[in-house]
């Protein structure tokens, strides 16, 4: 099973970015996806989830109205559509998936795979 993420890269603040994540292994539409994201000396944290169907999605406060989570299980694709982007949201970005469940949680430890990570740094 593998998570290929990718679509990162150096914005200014107030731009916009799309990140990709292609999965392979396993049909990932059966199950949510999840965006997590880690900023050098930080922990990593939850950004974005989106249950297997799409029609449940959850997002952190701090991109809530900014970022958009969607999915296409056709593809076995999930993305991050990142707008008004900040200095703050400078970090590596993975994508992840559980091993069963058809609903994301904001805890990584619910996530049993996960993408090798693209870098998004934004410039003030």
């Known amino acids: 099973v593998q998570l290929q993420a990718c679509g990162g890269g150096l914005v200014q603040a107030g731009g916009s970015l799309r990140l990709s994540c292609v999965g392979s292994?396993?049909?990932?539409?059966?199950?949510?996806m999840g965006w997590f994201r880690q900023a050098p000396g930080k922990e990593r944290e939850f950004v974005a989830t989106?249950?297997?169907?799409?029609?449940?999605?959850d997002y952190s406060e701090s991109v809530k109205g900014r970022f958009t989570i969607s999915r296409d299980n056709g593809k076995n694709a999930v993305y991050l559509q990142m707008n008004s982007l900040k200095p703050e949201d400078t970090a590596v970005y993975y994508c992840?998936?559980?091993?069963?469940?058809?609903?994301?949680?904001?805890?990584?430890?619910?996530?049993?795979?996960w993408g090798q990570g693209t870098l998004v740094t934004v410039s003030s």
């Open positions: 992840a998936a559980p091993r069963s469940a058809s609903f994301g949680s904001q805890w990584s430890s619910s996530y049993e795979y």
């Open positions: 292994g396993r049909t990932f539409s059966r199950y949510a």
């Open positions: 989106i249950s297997w169907k799409g029609g449940t999605t």
